[in-house]
T-cell receptor
């Protein structure tokens, strides 16, 4: 089974420029996540999609970050304009869970991560 | 207070040693708990779930203390290949399988 695909693997830009990351989740996975991982820290959830709808974007800096998941499959995360503090690894993950925690479709909690897109902002 | 707190380490241990990591969480209503492993410059991968009754998978034992809001991971007979960062992960109640990650504890096993 193919894993979560992400591109590009590495990107170096100057501050105030824009950048876009792409993610293709595991086939059939309804839930897609974008996490930001700054060096020395754990992954921080930016946005979570259930099919093509957003279910959590509470930590997404909406003045500069945007994300979409057209047709409930692939997703793109965009940063415009980038700041120095955006330097991080952007991890996309997917899971097959369908519903609310504690509900009839609660899963095991396993997220499958892609290899990440490493962004350096100069 | 952070939602999930871990000792960052690093823990430097010799092969064969037993090492334990601790994790505390702030939301008493949290439902599910996990340990993920992250190798250097790699993506996180699920190591094991943490059950209320405690659970064991080979050399790894996970325990949960809901009263103290505390999770632990014990690794026995450490191997060089166990060197990695161990992430404590908590799923709050409600919501769509949102997972909160701790900052991780780094383990280095040496010969």
């Amino acid at each position: 089974e193919a894993g979560v695909a992400q591109s590009p693997r590495y990107k170096i830009i100057e501050k105030r420029q824009s950048v876009a990351f792409w993610c293709n989740p595991i086939s059939g996975h309804a839930t897609l996540y974008w996490y930001q991982q700054i060096l020395g820290q754990g992954p921080k959830l930016l946005i979570q999609f259930q099919n093509n709808g957003v279910v959590d974007d509470s930590q997404l800096p909406k003045d500069r970050f945007s994300a979409e998941r057209l047709k409930g499959v692939d997703s793109t995360l965009k940063i415009q304009p980038a700041k120095l503090e955006d330097s991080a690894v952007y991890l996309c993950a997917s899971s097959s869970l369908l519903g609310l925690a504690g509900g009839p479709y609660e899963g095991t909690g396993e997220l499958f991560f892609g290899e990440g897109s490493r962004l350096t902002v100069l | 207070r952070k939602e999930v707190e871990q000792d960052p380490g690093p823990f430097n241990v010799p092969e064969g040693a037993t090492v334990a990591f601790n994790c505390t969480y702030s939301n008493s209503a949290s439902q599910s708990f996990f340990w993920y492993r992250q190798d250097c410059r790699k993506e996180p991968k699920l190591l094991m779930s943490v059950y209320s009754s405690g659970n064991e998978d080979g050399r790894f034992t996970a325990q949960l203390n809901r009263a103290s809001q505390y999770i632990s991971l014990l690794i026995r007979d450490s191997k060089l290949s166990d060197s990695a960062t161990y992430l404590c992960v908590v799923k709050p109640s409600g919501g769509y399988n949102k997972l909160i990650f701790g900052a991780g504890t780094r383990l280095a096993v040496h010969p």
